[in-house]
């Protein structure tokens, strides 16, 4: 994830931060495979600050999605 989509997370809605959330814990994943510890840390690293901004936000902002099937 870019630094410029970190820095404006501020105007981002919860969608988007969910989706930012899945997408880090996905890439997460393949690193931790493939054994790149130090690129797993850093996304890991973006995932946290990807929750407080979560956290910080009004509880309903976020109640209902469109449904969607996930392949793993």
């Given at each position: 994830m870019s630094e410029?989509?970190?820095m404006t997370s501020s105007q981002r809605t919860a969608?988007?931060?969910w989706q930012d959330y899945l997408f880090l814990s996905r890439?997460?994943?393949?690193f931790?495979?493939?054994k790149e510890h130090e690129l797993f840390l850093e996304l890991?690293?973006?995932r946290e600050t990807?929750?407080?901004?979560?956290?910080g936000l009004a509880k309903d902002d976020?109640?209902?999605t469109r449904k969607v099937r996930h392949c793993f």
């Open positions: 410029e989509r970190m969608a988007e931060l890439e997460m994943l393949k931790l495979e493939r890991m690293s973006q990807v929750q407080q901004m979560l956290d976020f109640k209902h």
